[in-house]
């Protein structure tokens, strides 16, 4: 059975910092492009940043650009969400999942993913 896990959420200031941890048991995560997502409530799942297999091309949502970075290690089989200069609009629960069909152009369409791990909040608040 696949069972995606996230990790690493918590309350920070803003400008903080916050590393997530993605892991899996049943899946190896370099096999599949894996995505980054978070959700506020009443809003819909919005993709964050994705790592694809093989070479790990990166691609980011243009809110998180040059403040997140996706990383792999594939020893460890965990996906890490490095996330800095954090800002209140952050704020939400953040779940990895992997790519399992092509249904959407947009690489972060949540349609094209699975395996949904249940999350972990961050929260950016003074």
């Known amino acids: 059975q696949v069972q995606f896990v996230e990790s690493g959420g918590g309350l920070v200031q803003p400008g903080g910092s916050l590393r997530l941890s993605c892991t899996a048991s049943?899946?190896?995560?370099?096999?599949?492009?894996i995505a980054w997502f978070r959700q506020v409530p009443g809003k819909e799942r919005e993709g964050v940043s994705r790592i694809s297999s093989g070479n790990g091309t990166t691609h980011y949502a243009d809110s998180v650009k040059g403040r997140f970075t996706i990383s792999r290690d594939s020893a460890r089989n965990t996906v890490y969400l490095q996330m800095n200069s954090l800002k209140p609009e952050d704020t939400a629960v953040y779940s990895c999942a992997a790519q399992t069909r092509r249904v959407s152009p947009d690489l972060l369409s949540p349609r094209r993913y699975d395996y949904w791990g249940p999350g972990t909040q961050v929260t950016v608040s003074s």
């Open positions: 049943g899946f190896t995560l370099d096999t599949s492009p």
